[in-house]
Nanobody, 115 residues
Framework: QVRLVESGGGLVQPGGSLRLACAAS????????MGWYRQAPGKERELVATISSGGATTYADSVKGRFGFSRDNAKNTVYLQMNSLKSDDTAVYYCNAVWNGIPYWGQGTQVTVSS
């Protein structure tokens, strides 16, 4: 069974930083792609960032220049570095991974940006 476990969420003031981690029980090197999504209360889940098997990244316009997606293949872990956080970034953040065309999800980690 494939497991994705997120960590690193919490409460942070506007302008602060957090780093989320997603540990996978399967080799991320062999994944088709991985991504971070988020869902705010009353809103649909939205794509935040993706990273391909080759390491290419894409970002939603709302987080470009503030968030960074990286991977550590040896640890089967991906990271989302979030800087200059805003109240609009408040959401549950989910890790997603695709292996052989099948998507898998983590349980989510709460990020709250508030003073």
């Amino acid at each position: 069974q494939v497991r994705l476990v997120e960590s690193g969420g919490g409460l942070v003031q506007p302008g602060g930083s957090l780093r989320l981690a997603c540990a996978a029980s399967r080799s991320i090197f062999r994944s088709d792609a991985m991504g971070w999504y988020r869902q705010a209360p009353g809103k649909e889940r939205e794509l935040v960032a993706t990273i391909s098997s080759g390491g290419a990244t894409t970002y939603a316009d709302s987080v470009k220049g503030r968030f960074g997606f990286s991977r550590d293949n040896a640890k089967n872990t991906v990271y989302l570095q979030m800087n200059s956080l805003k109240s609009d970034d408040t959401a549950v953040y989910y890790c997603n991974a695709v292996w052989n065309g099948i998507p898998y999800w983590g349980q989510g980690t709460q990020v709250t940006v508030s003073s």
